[in-house]
Each structure stands twice: as structure tokens, then as C-alpha cells.
């Protein structure tokens, strides 16, 4: 069996090897990116009104004492969605990613930026800034979205990267993972003890 061989002892250390440097933080000029990202004091905050025109707005109810996020910081946010229409809460939970790479709807990419570590932020994000005409799930087109945010870390190398990816993953998959990785212990151990 593979897993009770030595060379998958060494295949490992070197796939997670891989997965540390894959996950290495990437030099940007900062400057040139954190340009094209525009925020909204709080005085728009208190005037959103759910229109075409309206543009993203933010109040910060909590102002964090740590690291600032900015394009390229890997950050880690505790959320709570809601319908700005009703106030309904259609998602909540941990979500890390890389600011800056499209991995969240815009409203998020720019409303993020300038976030302190431990800060509070409230964003209301106009649809063309979320998830437009066609919506999502349980979200109707043209939704206006209202997001509780907490900015819990910033990652400050591939490692820290990898393992708040691995905690905002579905508990499920994160057994998955573990018991993979038990096994493969479990294989290492007992080829060592032959």
C-alpha cells in the first residue's frame, strides 16, 4: 500500500512544501491597486437609498486596533447577510480571501479596504456592486444588501494563509481533510514501526 511506503512519507513533506510556497504572499504595488477602489464616508451611509445610482456605503461601528487590510492582504471576515428590502439574513459565517482578485462580490473587495484587525463594519452595497439583475440563490436580482462585518486576522504568510482557508472551509470538509491526513499518520506510524 502507498501510504505505508517511505516515499509517500517524502511525497507528502513535499506537497506540503508546494502548498506553502503556492500560497506565498505575491509583492503588488499597492499604490497602483488601492487606486482604483473608492470608499464612502458614513455620512452617505445614513443617506443610501436604494436606487440605480446609489454607490457603496460604510459605517465603521467598531474601528479595529490592528493590521489595516489592503489589496493584497489575505483576510479572514465574520459576516452576516441581509435583504436591505426586509431586513431577512440570507448567510452568516467565516469567510478568508485575498483582497483584490475577485473572489468576493465588488461591493465586498472595496468595502473591506481599510479595515483595522478586530474593527466592526456595516457595508450597504448597491446590486451592481453585489449580485446584479439575475441575484443568487435566495437573493432576488437588483437586491440591495446590507453585511455585518468583523475583520478577524490578516494573514501575514502562506502559512497563516492556508490555515484560514482550512477554518472557513464547510465543517464537513474540514473532517474530510482531517481524516485523511489521520490515516495517512496512521500509515507513516506503523511503516516506521515495521
Known amino acids: 500500500m502507498m501510504m505505508n511506503s517511505p516515499h509517500f512519507l517524502l511525497l507528502l513533506i513535499l506537497l506540503l512544501g ?3 510556497t ?5 509583492q503588488i504595488n499597492r ?3 488601492q487606486s482604483k477602489f473608492k470608499l464612502y ?3 452617505s451611509f445614513d443617506k443610501y437609498s436604494q436606487t440605480d445610482e446609489q454607490e457603496l456605503a460604510f459605517d465603521d461601528i467598531l474601528v479595529g486596533t490592528g493590521d489595516t487590510a489592503e489589496v493584497g492582504s489575505f483576510a479572514t471576515i465574520q459576516y452576516t447577510g441581509k435583504l436591505m428590502a426586509d431586513d431577512k439574513t440570507f448567510d452568516s459565517g467565516v469567510i478568508s480571501f485575498k483582497l483584490g482578485e475577485g473572489q468576493v462580490i465588488p461591493g465586498w473587495e472595496q468595502g473591506i479596504i481599510g ?8 457595508l450597504k452595497i448597491p446590486p451592481r456592486l453585489a449580485y446584479g439583475e439575475r441575484g443568487v440563490n435566495i437573493i432576488p436580482g437588483n437586491a440591495h444588501l446590507l453585511f455585518e462585518t468583523e475583520l478577524k486576522s490578516i494573514a501575514s504568510n502562506g502559512i497563516e494563509e492556508s490555515i484560514a482557508k482550512f477554518r472557513s472551509l464547510n ?7 482531517w481524516l485523511v491526513l489521520f490515516n495517512a499518520v ?4 506503523s511503516s516506521i514501526q515495521k
Open 186 to 189: 496512521l500509515g507513516i506510524v
Open 18 to 20: 508546494y502548498q506553502c
Open 41 to 43: 464616508q458614513s455620512s
Open 31 to 33: 499604490q497602483q491597486k
Open 171 to 177: 465543517p464537513l470538509t474540514s473532517l474530510a481533510i
Open 22 to 26: 503556492a500560497f506565498a504572499p505575491v
Open 115 to 122: 479595515m483595522k484587525v478586530g474593527g466592526k463594519r456595516i
